[in-house]
């Protein structure tokens, strides 16, 4: 268990305990922490454990163990391997994720598989070619989602796990003590809103089916007295399922524009990143990955003189001459999140703040990583290319920007209480 870290809709886990059944074995459950994950530092780390924690409880209440290591993922699994009968792993999307897998499936000497659970359509059923829009994303996906809306049963298993605990094995009592001693960067600490776990993800998406869904189209322009899910954590660290929640908005009574609305986020786009980093796996996350369009606008305007020009440390602290953008700056410092339509105000006003496209293509990443909980994925890398021109279309050619789409303040003004929104970042 790597990607999917849930007791529930956990389609890996459940095709594990279907082959301990068959196998008329025990089921051990191995999570490997790794302390040099990449960009991951204390408020990453303190929310992935605190979902952890319930995980583990949940695995165990079910009678299968589990072990939780420290170390490399892939070493550790083979090593377990060694002894398994059979190997089930989730999905992952990112390099390094694809590699840890198939590291493990050329040492092992017993079957590995791997099961989806992170998009609702499979990736390579979805589209069998890299897209470069979501227009012609969206047919494809709509099409082929019917065959993969039904959540997996939860299976009983037949033989609990007897002496399968390791002397190498950690404990998970105390989530700031165990994050604690992986040594990792504590400068970004955790945040106190947004709590980890399987049951907080659930609790925020009744409460938004119920309270907010119904408004979810046009109340999102409110930043303020926000009409969003807060899944997007949650999904990072798979601790609730996206087909889960593709049910229970689809299910809700809300009106159907709200409900595309929803789905056209969570399904089209997110599962449009997860189709970028699956088939431009050398540079997803990289200016390289541009489409060509983009990169030749933005050079062709790379020379174009900027008002103001800022340090990473700077925009970091929040210190440049923009009110609106050193608010959102400040929301992700303090809360690890940043409503969309600041997400892109924030991402566009770089490519204004800094000497070259690539260099804020390089900040945006960096701050990207740093601060948000939802970082470091393919959703996030997407949207980090978005705001360079993936996924986008050429604009009225203008300075610094060339053909990308920009965002200025006035445009915030115009559609936004942005004013407000800086008031409440302040209380923060």
């Known amino acids: 268990m790597q990607h999917s870290q849930r007791a529930d809709a956990n389609p890996a886990l459940e095709r594990a305990a279907y082959w301990a059944n068959e196998c008329r074995l025990p089921l051990l459950v191995l999570f490997v922490v790794d302390p040099d994950y990449p960009d991951a530092n204390l408020r990453h780390y303190t929310f992935m454990l605190e979902g952890l924690k319930e995980t583990i409880a949940a695995i165990e209440k079910r009678g299968a163990h589990v072990s939780l290591r420290l170390g490399s993922p892939p070493k550790i699994a083979a090593e377990c391997a060694k002894k398994a009968a059979i190997v089930v792993t989730d999905r992952g999307y990112l390099r390094h994720l694809v590699a840890w897998r198939r590291e493990l499936a050329e040492d092992a000497s017993c079957l590995v598989e791997t099961v989806e659970g992170e998009a609702i359509v499979p990736v390579e059923e979805a589209s069998g070619k890299h897209e470069t829009a979501a227009r012609t994303f969206r047919p494809r996906v709509h099409k082929a989602l019917p065959r993969f809306t039904d959540l997996p049963p939860t299976i009983t298993l037949k033989t609990k796990a007897k002496g399968l605990a390791s002397s190498a094995n950690e404990t998970l009592t105390d989530v700031a003590a165990f994050a604690e001693k992986l040594g990792c960067d504590t400068a970004v600490k955790p945040v106190a809103d947004i709590k980890g776990g399987t049951s907080q993800a659930r609790r925020r998406l009744a409460h938004f089916v119920q309270e907010d869904l119904p408004h979810y189209g046009d109340g999102r322009a409110d930043m303020v007295n926000r009409h969003i899910s807060v899944m997007s954590p949650y999904l990072h660290f798979g601790q609730i399922s996206p087909l889960e929640i593709y049910l229970t908005v689809k299910e809700a009574s809300a009106k159907r524009e709200s409900q595309d609305s929803y789905v056209e986020e969570m399904l089209v786009r997110r599962e449009l990143a997860i189709n970028h980093a699956h088939y431009a796996p050398d540079d997803y996350d990289a200016y390289s990955g541009l489409p060509k369009w983009a990169q030749d606008t933005l050079e062709a305007h790379k020379g174009d003189p900027r008002e103001k020009v800022f340090t990473y440390k700077e925009l970091e602290a929040g210190k440049t001459d923009d009110p609106y953008w050193n608010a959102a700056m400040k929301e992700m410092r303090e809360t690890g999140y940043l409503h969309n339509h600041m997400r892109m105000y924030w991402g566009k006003r770089l490519i204004a703040y800094t000497n070259t496209p690539k260099t804020a293509y390089d900040f945006a990443l960096k701050l990207n990583n740093t601060y948000f909980l939802d970082g470091r994925d393919a959703n996030s890398y997407a949207n ?45």
């Open 384 to 428: 980090i290319g978005w705001l360079f021109g993936l996924h986008d279309r050429g604009w009225p050619e203008r300075a610094v920007f060339g053909k990308v789409r920009t965002m200025t303040a006035g445009g915030l003004e115009r559609k936004f209480d942005i004013k407000s929104y800086v008031k409440w970042t302040e209380g923060l």
